[in-house]
T-cell receptor
Framework: GAVVSQHPSRVICKSGTSVKIECRSL??????MFWYRQFPKQSLMLMATSNEGSKATYEQGVEKDKFLINHASLTLSTLTVTSAHPEDSSFYIC?????????????FGPGTRLLVL | SQQGEEDPQALSIQEGENATMNCSYKTSINNLQWYRQNSGRGLVHLILIRSNEREKHSGRLRVTLDTSKKSSSLLITASRAADTASYFCATDDHSWGKLQFGAGTQVVVTP
């Protein structure tokens, strides 16, 4: 099956620093990727839709200047949490749709656990 | 925002028993999907059911969809300890593939 990777798998940073998370589709091309956030014992909340070659689309209540998304190639999307604060600590998960295959199915990455001290 | 609600929130059963969880949603959908998540891990796609389908099977999984009631159910038959995980439903409501997830059901299967 299709594989999506995320890097890093976990990161600890100081308050005020910026953190970049990468999401890669390893064996397929993805014109569209999605970024989710999941707080402990809660469900996934969609943050934004990342489109290759164009601006990301953010969900209501998600600050685009706080969560910068770059989808520079068909296999890579990055999420940068700028000036991270403790309340940004969460589990960030990306997913990707295969541009060639059945686009109903999304393939999820293993997630990145962010802890801001 | 979350589309769906799931019940129960938590389910504890013994190996060999069946586990049933339900998902309700609010808007019209293109399809509904069920995912599984082991603690602290990513999501694994289990099954997708389209809006014009009523029932679907995959191994020990059986999913039903009632669009008139805007609800779906996931049945896991002959459960195993390895089925212990959180299960989420997610709806694709024609919005360019964006998924809205339910709150999830935490299933614990004891040997």
């Amino acid at each position: 099956g299709a594989v999506v990777s995320q890097h890093p798998s976990r990161v600890i940073c100081k308050s005020g620093t910026s953190v970049k998370i990468e999401c890669r589709s390893l064996d397929f091309q993805a014109t569209t990727m999605f970024w989710y956030r999941q707080f402990p014992k809660q469900s996934l909340m969609l943050m934004a839709t990342s489109n290759e070659g164009s601006k990301a689309t953010y969900e209501q209540g998600v600050e685009k200047d706080k969560f910068l998304i770059n989808h520079a190639s068909l296999t890579l999307s990055t999420l940068t949490v700028t000036s991270a604060h403790p309340e940004d600590s969460s589990f960030y998960i990306c997913s990707a749709r295969d541009s060639e295959g059945a686009q109903e199915t999304q393939y999820f990455g293993p997630g990145t656990r962010l802890l801001v001290l | 925002s979350q589309q769906g609600e799931e019940d129960p929130q938590a389910l504890s059963i013994q190996e060999g028993e069946n586990a049933t969880m339900n998902c309700s949603y609010k808007t019209s959908i293109n399809n509904l999907q069920w995912y599984r998540q082991n603690s602290g891990r990513g999501l694994v796609h289990l099954i997708l059911i389209r809006s014009n389908e009523r029932e679907k099977h995959s191994g020990r999984l059986r999913v039903t969809l009632d669009t008139s009631k805007k609800s779906s159910s996931l049945l896991i038959t002959a459960s195993r300890a390895a089925d212990t995980a959180s299960y989420f439903c997610a709806t694709d409501d024609h919005s360019w593939g964006k998924l809205q997830f339910g709150a999830g059901t935490q299933v614990v299967v004891t040997p």
